[in-house]
């Protein structure tokens, strides 16, 4: 009984990372506005895909590296700012043309070459702070005596609540009056959501 409550705790902590605001949050809340729920599952699926690789990272123990080495972790930071900027780049180029057109929404423009899964993975991917929190959070509870599923336990409570989570709030977000608000006001929220990327990239860059 021990162990399972200490897996709901664990849990509770990582729904708490996982849905402050961030990039992954900014990316996907964007996307299943914009694009519906499709492209916001496939966004949530490459996030998840992502989270797999951190998971197992700090699951493993690897995250050292980034203590190591530290000139690794500057790098990361630097190509995760990058991306940020080309999203953020992307959502304000929508915005301005939306504005051009007279509020009207642009649905055919094309922000990039990446799928809505693409741009979840690398979303996920790039951010070192997604490794270094989930190694933070994770060392605590694999300390100890523990059964040998215990990592697999821990494992599976990151990637599951990741795909889960994440899907039902693309599914939230496709309630019809926020969806005819979102279209009313797109470019001004692809504003916001632009400018918030490019905000978070400019933090990466300044704590690199």
Request: charged share 10%.
């Amino acid at each position: 009984m021990g162990g399972m409550s200490e897996l709901w705790v664990f849990a509770g902590l990582i729904v708490l990372g996982q849905f402050s605001p961030g990039p992954d949050m900014v990316l996907l809340t964007r996307t299943a506005l914009r694009d519906g729920s499709k492209a916001g599952v496939e966004t949530a699926l490459g996030i998840a895909c992502g989270l797999t690789v951190h998971s197992t990272i700090a699951v493993g123990g690897v995250a050292v590296a980034f203590q190591r080495y530290p000139a690794l972790r500057r790098v990361l930071q630097w190509v995760a700012a990058i991306y940020l900027l080309w999203l953020a780049y992307g959502m304000l180029r929508t915005a301005i043309a939306g504005w051009r057109a007279g509020g009207i929404r642009q649905a055919a423009l094309k922000e990039n070459a990446h799928p809505a899964f693409v741009r979840g993975l690398l979303c996920n991917l790039l951010n070192p702070k997604a490794a270094l929190f989930l190694a933070a959070v994770c060392a605590p509870f694999l300390a100890g005596t523990h059964p040998v599923w215990w990592p697999y336990a821990i494992w599976g409570v990151v990637v599951g609540l990741g795909v889960g989570l994440w899907s039902l709030w693309v599914v939230l977000l496709q309630w019809r009056p926020l969806r005819r608000g979102y279209d009313r006001a797109a470019a001004w929220i692809d504003a916001v959501f632009g400018m918030a990327l490019a905000a978070l990239a400019v933090a990466l860059v300044s704590a690199a």
